[in-house]
């Protein structure tokens, strides 16, 4: 029954997070907004969403390990899983934003959270203010110095109508609270039954889940030879899972850290694998991923799996 549960919370994620980035995409691009920050800050912030609402609902309900592990898993699974399967496709070019403004912010970010973290192993109102303060001074320099980078090369294939657009915004809205409340039940429930920590489940389980948005995101964009909004996305979905998600989630309750497992090991392989990026983009060959980097990314991610399991 909580297999059943878990997998009907994925899929209404799935779906509601599809519905949500359509309506976001549509609505952005009607605004002649750039590719680039399209993909930094509308397409991260809907595949974000199943992240945003699955860590509010499971610190509300007393599940903060859940919470974190989601955040803490889902940022290790779009850089090892989701970035190693997409370079496996392609070949991926490198705009030199990444190291002059995408890479160091998604740093801080995941600096500032391991600090807080480690101060008192509980992140409280003002600390989640100032995450979200940065996640405000980011999105205004970004739209302020790229907003008409590539104004002439954005098209929608699929025009949709304001009905149209409002219609997914809210069936998205729905089919994501919904998946959250069924796969926070499931979850747990699981975590109970196997005698696993939810810590373990929030960063295996409920983390590939919310992080498959990003993944289906990313193949569309590599297919359609979008490679900007490809790994604009990945990064953009970091920092809004740690200054967005995490930032929200404290302001509204704090979330403490029970397993310090999240502390000692987990958020480590989030920074370790969050900073390998910079030297892979880097060398040999400068603003360039390819698929020898993607299988490095795969089988780091699969390392940490079989050591959290």
């Known amino acids: 029954m909580n297999f059943l549960l878990i997998i009907g919370g994925l899929i209404l994620l799935i779906l509601g997070g599809?519905?949500?980035?359509?309506?976001a995409v549509a609505l952005s691009l009607k605004l002649n907004i750039s590719k680039v920050v399209v993909g930094m800050t509308v397409v991260s912030f809907a595949t974000s969403a199943p992240e945003l609402i699955v860590s509010i609902?499971?610190?509300?309900?007393?599940?903060?390990?859940?919470?974190l592990g989601n955040v803490i898993g889902s940022n290790i699974a779009n850089l090892g899983l989701v970035l190693?399967?997409?370079?496996?496709?392609?070949?991926?070019?490198?705009?030199?934003?990444?190291?002059?403004?995408?890479?160091?912010?998604?740093?801080?970010?995941?600096?500032?959270?391991f600090v807080f973290l480690a101060n008192d192993n509980i992140i409280v109102q003002y600390e989640g203010i100032i995450l979200f303060t940065l996640l405000v001074v980011f999105l205004i320099y970004l739209l302020r110095t790229q907003k008409n980078i590539d104004l002439d090369e954005l098209e929608e294939e699929t025009p949709l109508t304001v009905f149209k657009t409002t219609i997914y915004?809210?069936?998205?809205?729905?089919?994501?609270?919904?998946?959250?409340?069924?796969?926070?039940k499931g979850a747990t429930s699981l975590a109970l039954d196997f005698g696993v920590t939810e810590r373990v489940i929030g960063v295996t389980v409920v983390s590939i889940g919310t992080s498959i948005p990003e993944l289906a995101a990313s193949i569309?964009?590599?297919?359609?030879?979008?490679?900007?909004?490809?790994?604009?996305?990945?990064?953009?979905?970091?920092?809004?899972?740690?200054?967005?998600?995490?930032?929200?989630?404290?302001?509204?309750?704090?979330?403490?850290?029970?397993?310090?497992?999240?502390?000692t090991s987990d958020i480590y392989w989030m920074l370790g694998i969050s900073f390998?990026?910079?030297?892979?983009?880097?060398?040999?060959?400068k603003y360039s991923l390819n698929w020898k980097n993607g299988s490095v990314l795969l089988i780091a991610y699969c390392v940490f799996i079989y050591l959290t399991l």
């Open 276 to 285: 390998i990026v910079l030297p892979m983009v880097l060398l040999p060959k």
């Open 57 to 67: 609902n499971a610190a509300l309900n007393g599940s903060s390990d859940l919470a």
């Open 220 to 263: 569309i964009a590599v297919i359609k030879k979008e490679k900007a909004i490809s790994l604009g996305n990945l990064i953009g979905s970091n920092i809004f899972n740690i200054l967005a998600v995490i930032g929200i989630t404290s302001i509204i309750t704090p979330i403490s850290l029970s397993d310090q497992r999240l502390l």
């Open 169 to 184: 915004l809210v069936i998205g809205g729905l089919g994501l609270w919904a998946g959250s409340e069924l796969l926070i």
């Open 84 to 113: 190693g399967i997409t370079l496996l496709l392609g070949k991926m070019e490198v705009a030199k934003n990444f190291y002059k403004l995408d890479w160091p912010v998604m740093i801080i970010a995941s600096a500032l959270l």
């Open 18 to 23: 599809n519905w949500l980035l359509k309506s």
